[in-house]
């Protein structure tokens, strides 16, 4: 199976290369090498690979810049998608493309079942699910993955790091932090992501499929747990969103449930809390090799 990644860099394309293995069959492409705005330059880098998969992991994704641009958010989330699903049709290669639990509205209190009805409810997760109909409407052998509250050892470049580092460095420099009660998500190693979707890839599965790690809990329950498997003797203080006062609405619920991974056969994703201490060993692992002496 020859695959190509677009997004190769970033906090999630990361681990999907190393899943996919490097190797001839693997296509790793950044930014530098392909924008998915580009028809043209995309069509001639994917075409003489000839891939059977493309995943594009591109978005432009910190929610609070989407309101302020939300042309770019158009642009690279909604047009970018359908570039991207324009060229696999051309050249007959499965897609998946990853999307977001924030095509929801949060309103509900069950987790989202992947023919629960979107209703976004800020810029981003508009610009996504229309990234979403785009893909599918214009290439039927597309299967979008929607996933959250994602954490990866690369870290996500287009926020500079993810919620994880966050917290572990407002810890380390505050001793205390305030956090939401009232937002409740499923939090996603994108070491666990990578491997499910290498798990479906090339299986034939197409439409809509959610991928997060099982389990689910508030943005201060995650904090806690942080806190709590990484010893940094930090604490976190209940607030809510109105006492926050962030200036973009976000989904008071967006946990997503697993329907279309058991209809299709695949395994389910661990409990995120095992998977955000598989996160912190593997952190202090890489850190601890850094900092050993190099010998010469
Ligand atoms: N992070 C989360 O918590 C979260 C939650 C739910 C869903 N998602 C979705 O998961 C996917 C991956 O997220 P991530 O955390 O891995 O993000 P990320 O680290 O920012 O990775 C995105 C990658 O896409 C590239 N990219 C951005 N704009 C592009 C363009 N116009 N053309 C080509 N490449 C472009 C980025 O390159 P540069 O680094 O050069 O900009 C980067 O390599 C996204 O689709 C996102 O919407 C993320």
Redesign the pocket.
């Known amino acids: 199976m020859r695959v190509a990644i ?2 190769s ?5 990361t681990d999907l290369v190393a899943h996919f293995g490097a190797g001839p069959d693997v296509l790793p492409l ?2 530098r090498d ?4 580009d028809r043209e330059s995309l069509h001639a880098v994917l075409a003489p690979f000839a891939p059977d998969v493309v995943v594009n ?5 910190k929610v609070d810049l989407c309101e302020e641009q939300p042309w770019t958010a158009i642009e ?1 989330n909604t047009l ?1 998608a359908g570039v991207v699903a324009g060229v696999c049709r051309a050249l007959g290669a499965d897609l998946i493309h ?1 999307s ?2 924030y095509v929801f509205s949060g309103d509900g209190s069950r987790p989202y079942r992947e023919d629960d009805r979107p209703e976004p409810i800020n810029v981003y997760g508009a610009s ?1 699910l229309g990234g979403e109909r785009l893909a599918l409407e214009t290439w039927p052998r597309t299967l979008v993955v929607r ?4 954490f990866g050892l690369a870290g ?4 500079g790091g993810n919620f994880v580092e966050t917290m572990l460095r407002l810890g380390r420099e505050r001793g205390s932090v305030r956090v939401v009660t009232d937002q409740k998500l499923g939090p996603t190693f ?1 070491s666990d992501l990578s491997g499910a979707i290498h798990q479906a890839a090339g299986r034939g599965i197409h439409g809509v499929l959610h991928l997060t790690n099982s389990g689910q809990c508030s943005w201060f329950e995650f904090t806690q747990a942080i806190f709590e498997l990484s010893g940094l003797g930090a604490t976190v203080e209940p607030t809510t969103s109105a006492e926050f006062g962030a200036s973009v609405r976000r989904p008071a619920y967006s946990v997503l449930a697993h329907d279309g991974l058991r209809a299709n056969g695949l395994d389910d994703l661990r409990q995120w809390r095992d998977a955000l201490a598989d996160y912190l060993a593997r952190r202090a692992a890489r850190s601890e090799a850094r900092s050993m002496p190099v010998a010469v």
Do not use: P
């Open positions: 677009i997004g860099n970033g906090q999630l394309g950044t930014r392909v924008d998915v705005r992991t591109a978005a432009f994704h690279v970018g990853i977001t639990d996504k996933t959250s509250g994602l996500a470049s287009g926020k994108t």
